[in-house]
């Protein structure tokens, strides 16, 4: 079992930066990947950024190409999500996920956090 636990998330101004940070525990996390999602009120989960946690190999949306930037922390067990550039766009709860690396699907998620952008 992988407990996460996501913070970071607070109202912010179009063009600001925010920094989302998802506490990870429970087993080590050799051999998986961690991943950030959103859904925006009326919209589905969708996608934002995953990285491999040992290779650190990461992948982003079109949406988020550029403006996020994705990255772990070994020794603190952490997954963290620069986001710059920030949109109203982007407003949405943000979650946090982890699965075995080959996995299909993702199998661990946090409780979300909330992120409001402002124009």
């Known amino acids: 079992q992988v407990q996460l636990v996501e913070s970071g998330g607070q109202l912010v101004q179009a063009g600001g930066s925010l920094r989302l940070s998802c506490a990870a525990s429970g087993r080590a996390l050799s051999g998986y990947k961690m991943g950030w999602f959103r859904q925006a009120p009326g919209k589905e989960r969708e996608f934002v950024a995953r990285?491999?946690?040992?290779?650190?190999?990461?992948n982003y949306a079109d949406s988020a190409k550029g403006r996020f930037t994705i990255s772990t922390d070994n020794d603190k067990n952490t997954v963290s999500l620069q986001m710059n550039s920030l949109k109203p766009e982007d407003t949405a709860v943000y979650y946090c996920?982890?699965?075995?690396?080959?996995?299909?699907?993702?199998?661990?998620w946090g409780q979300g956090t909330q992120v409001t952008v402002s124009s």
């Open positions: 996920a982890a699965a075995p690396r080959f996995s299909t699907s993702w199998n661990y």
């Open positions: 990285i491999d946690w040992n290779s650190g190999n990461t």
